[in-house]
């Protein structure tokens, strides 16, 4: 099954084995797509994404993503690279400043909270709005970034990043209406479960909230390679009229109200 025969795109976020992104960049070129990896330029340093562009045949492109300049060379880059427009673009970033340095959330930096929202939610923007005004998007194109369930219920330890993805979803929809009536193209954010990633478990007590959705969600959580299969079915023509849409994928879990295995410990 070649799900992206033909199709050409872009996966940000790769940084090692475990990243979500890394997964989808290895069942992209599994399915058949030519894609571009990109990081920020200090993740080429001590990431391993040299391995990963090695095993799916790819270029690596440094980008900061809250960079415009960079982010058009990447699209002007990846479509030279690729032998024209793209099919598919994947926001796989995030990263908190205050979460970093411990800041607990009755104590922010604000100058912290705004490169975080930068880093975590309007690249995302920058990269829609870049897309848009340079026309890089076939007809049809999927673009797809990556959420967590903060942003509707309350994660205490999640901090500023619950606000990041509150934005980066409402980014999706917003720009999903943009992108729709332009050439029909989709943009979705899935909402992942605690997946054990180098971002996921630079939040304290990352553990326990892992532990806690996956005994709470009938199908216990998704894993970052399920995860991958989702996107891929988003990139693909089967996903055609699915758009502004936050798409939860986690077993289940974000309509549970009670598990009685949590309580009866059975
Ligand atoms: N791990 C989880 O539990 C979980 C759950 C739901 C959603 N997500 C989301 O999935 C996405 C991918 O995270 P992950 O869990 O695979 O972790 P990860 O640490 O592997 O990936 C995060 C990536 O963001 C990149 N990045 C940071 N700043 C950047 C910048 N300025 N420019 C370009 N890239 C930058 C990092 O280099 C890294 O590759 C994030 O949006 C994250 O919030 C993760």
């Not at 690279?81 to 607990?104: A, P, Q, T, Y």
């Not at 959330?105 to 340079?134: C, R």
């Not at 936050?246 to 077993?251: A, E, K, W």
């Amino acid at each position: 099954m070649a799900l992206l025969e033909g199709k050409r795109g872009i996966i940000s976020g790769a940084l090692d084995e475990q990243s979500i992104a890394w997964k989808v960049a290895e069942k992209c070129a599994a399915h058949g797509a030519k894609i571009t990896l990109t990081n920020a330029p200090v993740a080429l340093r001590f990431g391993k994404i040299q391995e990963l562009a090695a095993k799916v045949g790819a270029e690596i492109i440094p980008a900061d993503a809250t960079n415009l300049e960079d982010i058009e060379a990447l699209y002007t880059q990846s479509q030279e690279l690729l032998g024209g427009k793209l099919d598919f673009v994947l926001h796989s970033i995030g990263m908190s400043v205050n979460v970093r340095k411990k800041r607990e959330y009755t104590n922010l930096k604000y100058d912290w909270m705004q490169k975080t929202f930068d880093v975590s939610a309007i690249s995302f923007h920058k990269m829609m709005q870049v897309a848009y005004q340079n026309d890089v998007m076939s007809d049809w194109g999927s673009i797809l970034g990556l959420t967590y369930i903060a942003a509707q219920r309350v994660f205490p330890d999640y901090s500023e990043m619950a606000e990041s993805k509150a934005l980066l979803e409402s980014f999706a929809r917003s720009f999903g209406y943009h992108f729709g009536v332009k050439n029909n193209v989709r943009v979705n954010t899935i909402s992942q479960s605690p997946t054990m990633t180098t971002a996921g478990q630079g939040v304290k007590g990352f553990q326990e909230f892992f532990d806690y959705a996956d005994s709470m969600s009938p199908l216990g959580n998704a894993t970052a390679d399920e995860c991958a299969d989702y996107c891929i079915f988003m990139f693909s023509d089967m996903s055609r009229k699915i758009t502004m849409q936050n798409l939860y994928h986690d077993g289940g879990y974000v309509n549970m109200g009670i598990n009685p295995s949590l309580v009866t410990g059975e």
